[in-house]
């Protein structure tokens, strides 16, 4: 699929990190095809989350993600959702590569300062959940 989606999440959006993460994603290839900045609401960060209900983490993330202003982007790239995890690392920054997203600005497991859709399943999910028109405004789109 070459396309995907990524949210700065709260905290780096509260630490003014937004352009810097841009500048990576493009350096990176990526084309930024659609961004809107929006604060989730409780229940919007449960809708989005409800693939981790039931999990441990699944509370604490939904109420972080309603804590503050977020930035999700549909991004475009060939090999787009492989790409763009490869480019944020792994969710803990302690476990990230050097160089990447989360080991550069990443705070915790949590405040991991950016999210990536994991599957082009997920991605084309998470894409039409913040960008209901994404696909039908892109028709060649296909993935």
Known sequence: MRYTLLIIKPDAVERN?????IRRVEADQFMVKD???????????????????????????????S??????????????????????????PSDARPGTVRKDLGVDHTRNSVHAADSDENAKREIEFFFPDFFSDNPASGG
């Open 17 to 21: 990190l937004i352009g810097e993460i």
């Open 67 to 92: 804590s503050g202003p977020i930035v999700p982007m549909a991004l475009e790239r060939y090999n787009a959702v492989s790409a763009l995890r490869n480019l944020v690392g792994a969710t803990k």
């Open 35 to 65: 961004i809107k900045r929006l604060a989730l609401s409780k229940e919007r960060a449960q809708e989005f989350y409800a693939v981790h209900v039931g999990k441990h983490f699944y509370d604490d993330l939904v109420e972080y993600m």
